[in-house]
């Protein structure tokens, strides 16, 4: 017989230590391994945990096997290993019900559960008896499952286990919005029951989630069938939120030693090394002890300090468990085992002797792990004075199968047994690995031969959707109905993958079912849903952001593919019915290689075949639904491409005296939005400049303009025959028979005898009173004059008016033929669309209750992101969303919360759009803003117009309303921003149908269409006028100061002084409006709380206790106290509020400790008086400083006074706080603070 070699030796004594600490205690009949022997429950996660030293083991057998008996130990132990996990696995199939209530609902009472019974493998309590939601466990089942698949064991054996794993993907794939109790099972770390959105739940299923794409579960042995599918768009989204949330582990755990799973063995979820690094770095410093790690801050399990007889804690007790928190070995081992596959020598050195100074030995020479290590009750007082300086001892269970487990992988892995790769054979270890740079295929796709030959004529060859056949393209909707039936199961009762939209990194591969290859078009670029791809511009900058999004978040094989569809829409903006100078441009920079230092390869579809990422849609051929399958997908590919019915008629404009009798409901449209702008802000009864009314006034007459009259627009060249070249349409537009309003006239074309102009400056439609007598409108009258009219906005208020009082499903007869209220509502939202009328697309898309397909996404990255959200104007209907919801839901609250304003419900879901494209692009942006009030920065943006435009509230939101989309972005951004900005004006010109609707002939008529656009003022004008500014004495701004008229402090002068003020009134007004602070504000406010009883602002209590509850870097202590400054009303106020905060954490930072106050401080207190001993200094006349009172009755100059400086508002705070506070000051009541 053959002696053993040392190796072999070794295995064998580890064999023994696994028999004797994990392999005896697993159940003979369900394979799962109970909490000990007095404890039959079986939890998932410290199955899976223990289970992978049993691997682990095996493979080093097999790896090492030098005699046929230690290949018999290894497929011992693989079957062991299988055992369990089908153990698991069957156990959760038993709750399939829940599984797909779960998948609809993520609801906490539908989840699986996180134990069962190890003997029988039922479930041991009931729904609601256990924090069962731990998307982190089944997260690492499914890890797991992919990494020992992947090694060569098999564990699934029949399709309907493949159908259950699938939809196990589904179950986890919203970790990214789904709050949780987390890894300990607690959520909030007051122990209370309440979910939370958890870092380590994040990782765990975005791990999950890459490595089981594209598995075969059945190995070598499987086929198509037996592959399980991942969209990418969902692991990405995890990668994102997580790296938003890291090292933060939740909003009560500022830091969570359960990240190292996260950020190594056996997730390695994060791909940013400096991130990992600052992770690792965070867990360290807060977290590390002599005998292992706390799991996180004030954790009070098992502490001396803990009421044994309750599972709660209450608030105020969290702060007595603070440095006495109980101490975890097993995260020694997983430092040794991250030192491994990091190649950190000595980081493995340092941990592998803390480990086996913590391991408790046996007489049998066996090594056991402890749970934890705690302070006993007697030294407690001792360990609070020094902290980690008293004996600690083991309690809990012995050994602790997880960290028992963990402990000898790594000795596995350090004594060579196994190489790190074994351990990860999907190699998720390299995720953080440098790769190359992504090169983005283009491929534009005309919709007809007419936009084809337009953009060859600027030298772009593109294809039309016709030609690219074989290949074929279809929206992202058809994709989203293909994945539906991913993971179908009748058997099961499974339904299959819910119909969440398709995000853009799926869209941008092609798929092949049978021999057919498909390809999809985005679904940002789907112009039949919501309004916003509309806007030219604004889907050209959509478009640009997704190829940079492309570049940095492409994970597959080969190069991403973005389609980009050029449809008529794009074209009637230029006379000549040329393509937009801004697609050309587009297109022309995607010609030269590169568009926003991205790198991109524009081509046909064809040439892109061989590079690109091509997915098998496999799944389509499961013989369970064959039938189903067939019919599916044969009503899609042999779908007749949609002609869409052209929604304007086609008579020749007429220029017939109209009648004059008025409307009774005439603005009514108007009359139902409830944007309310601060009087103070907006400039009532101030003219326009004149250029900017004129060409206002201009627009609202509607001129027509023949091309002979266009007086500078280029007028196209005509041949010999009097043709315009240039002014071909493709398509004629035949009226429809399904059509029922008149609309030959251009909507904003109005006969000269039109008694509805006004001489106030409004955008898009008549300004006029409303009626005092629409209690006696007569309906059938109203009919007859929507029967008569053409023009565009007497149709909406009348059919507004019918919708309102009559419903939608009302009958109503238009030119002899019937039709309801509805269809016509949906044929006016067509026609504003088509003539880019916004004002009237936002109000029709209220009415229609239109949802944008991202809505819900775009909540969940601004709340995912540590940003709360509310919505609806403040103070009576604002509305407070604090998790994500689904999307009717969510639709619901916004319709709620803006009542009648329809225009405003459209308006709020398209900021929130744009809200989500800036945080995930420039989450600078939103840096030390904790509440987005969405109802807020619509006053901010109306207001923010009648300043720049020197026009009343009323004409501000209608101009606001009318903005495009892209200008509505571009706006919203420089509010952000903080950027200062101008309004100019252009003109359009668009063509308006000739005779039988011919958009070729000679009869054309060219109007010309005023738009505002927003663009940025030039920095360096300001800049040489606030040096010039600075530079004035003080006494003579002193001087000025009494000349100015508060209600004119923002109005633009010739001279430089005044052009500057009301600068900081107006910033303080905005930075307010977002609940904008300065950066390290809450923890610094935590700070001014420990050292008094607590701050009281505007009558409302901050409470010195939050600092026992709470860490300083707690996101819940920062919503508390954002909660707090919420409640001042006036945004100005609010801001002078966060700067004398400021000049207390000031005070505590400088102070060393030595001062405290025994008293409450009323920081309204510390404003009023810093106001008065300005008013004082600058000597300001009585009657001046009563006129110039703004917002809480502080002084307007002090409000626009800068904050730094010796004549800065923090100088005058820290001034008044000397004189409220017992604080050492000089004879002159003057205090040394050093303010930047």
Not at 105 to 113: F, G, I, K, R, W
Not at 857 to 869: F, G, I, N, S
Not at 982 to 1007: M, Q, W
Request: net charge neutral.
């Amino acid at each position: 017989m053959r002696n053993r070699s040392n190796s072999g030796v070794r295995l064998d004594y580890y064999q023994r230590l696994l028999n004797k600490t994990i392999l005896k205690y697993q159940n003979p009949v369900t394979g799962l391994l109970p909490a000990s022997e007095e404890n039959s429950h079986a939890w998932v996660r410290d199955n899976v945990y223990a289970v992978l030293s049993v691997w682990a083991l095996a493979l080093a057998y097999r790896k090492t096997a030098d005699l046929d008996e230690d290949r018999a130990k290894a497929y011992e132990l693989e079957q062991s290993v299988v055992k369990l996990m089908r153990g698991l696995l069957r156990c959760m199939m038993s709750q399939v019900e829940k599984l797909e209530r779960f998948k609809h609902t993520q609801h906490v009472n539908d989840s699986l559960h996180a134990k069962y019974c190890s003997k029988t493998g039922k479930t041991v309590v009931g729904d609601q008896a256990w924090g069962h939601l731990q998307i982190d466990a089944t997260s690492l089942y499914i890890l797991s499952l992919a990494q020992m698949t992947a090694s060569g064991l098999q564990i699934i054996f029949t399709l309907d286990e493949v159908s259950f794993v699938q939809n196990l993907i589904f179950y986890i794939e919203t970790a990214y919005r789904t709050p949780d109790y987390g890894i300990w099972e607690r959520g909030d770390k007051t122990n209370h029951g309440l979910p939370e959105l958890n870092s380590s739940s994040i990782g765990m299923a975005k791990a999950a989630l890459e490595a089981i794409n594209e598995l075969d579960l059945f190995g070598a042995r499987g086929g198509p069938l037996s592959v399980v599918h991942v969209l990418p768009d969902e692991a990405q989204q995890c990668q994102a939120i997580l790296l938003s949330m890291l090292p933060r582990e939740s909003n009560s755990k500022e830091i969570d030693a359960a990240l190292l799973t996260v950020i190594s063995f056996p997730a390695f979820a994060v791909d940013d090394g400096e991130k990992v690094e600052e992770t690792r770095d965070s867990i360290v410093t807060k977290l590390e002890g002599k005998y292992g790690f706390c799991r996180f801050l004030r954790d009070g399990y098992k502490t001396a300090r803990e009421d044994p007889n309750r599972l709660h804690y209450e608030p105020w007790e969290l702060q007595v468990f603070e440095r006495i928190e109980c101490q975890w070995p097993m995260f020694f081992a997983l430092f040794v085992l991250d030192g491994l596959f990091n190649g950190r020598e000595e980081q493995v050195k340092k941990y592998s002797e803390k480990l086996d100074s913590v391991m408790i030995k046996t007489d049998e020479g066996i090594h056991l792990l402890p749970e934890l290590y705690a302070v006993h009750k007697e030294m407690v007082e001792q360990e609070y004075k020094t902290p980690n300086s008293q004996k600690r001892e083991a309690i809990g269970r012995l050994p602790h199968r997880w960290g028992q487990s963990l402990y000898i992988i790594s000795k596995l892995v350090q004594e060579g047994f196994l190489s790190p790769g074994e351990l990860d054979p999907l190699n998720r270890r390299l995720v953080s690995e440098p790769k190359p740079d992504i090169v983005v295929q283009v491929v534009i796709l005309a919709e007809d031969e007419f936009i084809q030959s337009k953009l060859w004529e600027h030298g772009i060859k593109v294809q039309t959707m016709e030609e690219v056949r074989p290949l074929q393209v279809f929206p992202a909707s058809v994709l989203t109905q293909i994945y539906s039936l991913l993971g179908r199961n009748k058997k099961m009762g499974l339904t299959g993958r819910p119909k969440n939209e398709i995000g853009l990194l799926a869209t941008s591969k092609l798929y092949t079912y049978r021999d057919q290859i498909l390809a999809f078009i985005p679904q940002t670029a789907d112009e039949h849903q919501f309004y916003l791809p509309k806007d030219t511009l604004l889907k050209l900058d959509m478009f640009a952001n997704d190829v940079g999004f492309l570049s940095s978040y492409w994970g597959s094989l080969g190069r991403p593919l973005l389609i980009f569809p050029v449809s008529t829409n794009l074209n009637y903006l230029d006379v000549g019915h040329n393509p937009p100078g801004a697609l050309i441009g587009t297109i022309k920079k995607l010609q030269s290689g590169y568009i926003a230092g991205t790198r991109v390869h524009l081509g046909n579809l064809a040439d892109f075949v061989t590079t690109s990422c091509i997915t098998k849609l496999s799944f389509l051929r499961d013989p369970s639904h064959s039938e189903e399958v067939k019919h599916f997908v044969g009503d899609i590919f042999n779908r007749i491409p949609d002609t869409r019915p052209r929604l304007l008629s086609s008579s020749r404009i007429k220029t017939r005296p109209r009648s004059h009798s008025k409307s009774s409901v005439h603005g009514i449209v108007r009359r139902s939005r409830s944007i309310q702008v601060d009087p103070a802000q907006a400039k009532e009864r101030v003219p326009s400049p004149p250029s900017l009314q004129e060409s206002l006034k201009k627009f609202e007459r509607g001129i027509t303009v023949d091309r002979e009259q266009s007086g500078g627009v280029p007028i196209p060249t005509t041949s010999a025959h009097g043709r315009s070249h240039d002014v071909e349409f493709p398509i004629q537009r035949p009226h429809s028979p399904n059509l029922h309003l008149k609309g030959s006239l251009h909507p904003l074309h109005y006969s000269h005898q039109s008694p509805c102009s006004s001489s106030s400056p409004q955008l898009f439609h008549f300004f006029h009173q409303g009626t005092k007598q629409e209690s006696i409108i007569n309906v059938d009258e109203l009919v007859e004059q929507l029967n008569n009219t053409e023009v565009l906005h007497e149709q909406a208020d009348i059919i507004h008016y019918l919708y309102l009082h009559k419903g939608p499903d009302w009958e109503i007869t238009i030119d002899g033929k019937k039709c309801y209220i509805k269809e016509l509502l949906v044929e006016l939202y067509e026609k504003a669309g088509h003539w880019k009328h916004w004002g009237l697309v936002r109000h029709t898309a209220g009415l229609l209750k239109k949802r944008v397909e991202e809505l819900a996404l775009a909540a969940t990255d601004l709340l995912v992101r540590q940003k709360q959200l509310s919505v609806g104007l403040p103070p009576d209907r604002e509305r407070v969303i604090m998790r994500p919801l689904p999307p009717d839901e969510l639709a619901k609250i916004i319709f709620d919360a803006c009542g009648e304003d329809l225009s405003t419900a459209s308006l709020t879901q398209e900021l929130l759009i744009y809200l989500a494209m800036f945080i995930r692009t420039e989450p600078k942006l939103f840096n030390e803003m904790l509440r987005l009030r969405v109802g807020l920065i619509i006053q901010v943006m109306a207001s923010e117009l009648a300043r720049t435009l020197k026009c009343t509230g009323d004409e501000a939101s209608e101009h606001l309303m009318n903005l495009s989309p892209f200008e509505m972005k571009t706006l919203l951004h420089h509010i952000l921003s903080g950027k200062e900005f101008v309004i100019s004006t252009g003109y359009i010109h668009t063509c308006v149908p000739g005779p039988a609707g011919d958009l070729r002939g000679e009869h054309t008529n060219v109007e010309d269409e005023c738009r505002l656009s927003v663009s940025t003022k030039k920095v360096g004008e300001e800049a040489t006028e606030f040096a010039r500014l600075s530079r004035k004495p003080h006494a003579k701004m002193q001087k000025s100061i009494h000349h100015i008229d508060p209600n004119d402090l923002e109005k633009d002068d010739e001279g430089v002084e005044s052009d500057r003020q009301g600068q900081w009134l107006r910033r303080r007004r905005l930075d307010g409006a977002l609940n904008r602070v300065p950066v390290g504000f809450y923890p610094r406010v935590w700070k001014v709380l420990k050292m008094c009883h607590g701050l009281v602002i505007e009558g409302q209590h901050l409470p010195h206790s939050l600092t026992r509850e709470m860490t300083p870097g707690e996101f819940k202590f920062a919503l508390h106290v954002e909660m707090v400054l919420n409640r001042i009303p006036q945004p100005e106020y609010r801001q002078l509020m966060v700067e004398a905060l400021m000049v207390l954490t000031l005070l505590t930072e400088n102070d060393n400790s030595k001062l405290s106050f025994s008293t409450l401080i009323y920081v309204d207190k510390i404003v009023q008086t810093a106001n008065a001993i300005y008013l004082k200094d600058q000597k300001i006349p009585s009657d001046v400083m009563e006129h110039s009172k703004g917002a809480a009755g502080i002084s307007l100059h002090f409000y626009d006074t800068a904050p730094s400086g010796r004549f800065g508002t923090m100088s005058y705070l820290c001034r008044a706080l000397a004189t409220i506070l017992p604080i050492p000051v000089d004879k002159d009541a003057n205090v040394d603070c050093a303010v930047s």
